[in-house]
């Protein structure tokens, strides 16, 4: 999984710190309803940090049935 700070936003340690407790972890099982609410829940706090145009610049999540993962982008 890939998530990246970028602009003004990436230096304040609020921020990283709410990056950093991302509730979904390598080796856990993809479910499509938590990772969009923990989108929505970052979402919310950058917005409210002040970032009003604060999005996610790419929303990508890539499977492999072969190998049963899913990568997140």
Known sequence: MKIDLR?????EE??????????IWVGDI???DRYEETKKI???????AGYL???FSVHLI????????AHIE
């Open 30 to 32: 993809l479910r499509q």
């Open 53 to 55: 145009d604060a999005d």
């Open 62 to 69: 890539r499977l492999s049935l072969a190998e049963k993962t």
């Open 42 to 48: 970052l979402r919310e706090k950058v917005q409210g």
């Open 7 to 11: 602009g003004p936003g990436a230096i």
């Open 14 to 23: 609020k921020l990283r710190e709410d990056l950093s407790a991302f509730p």
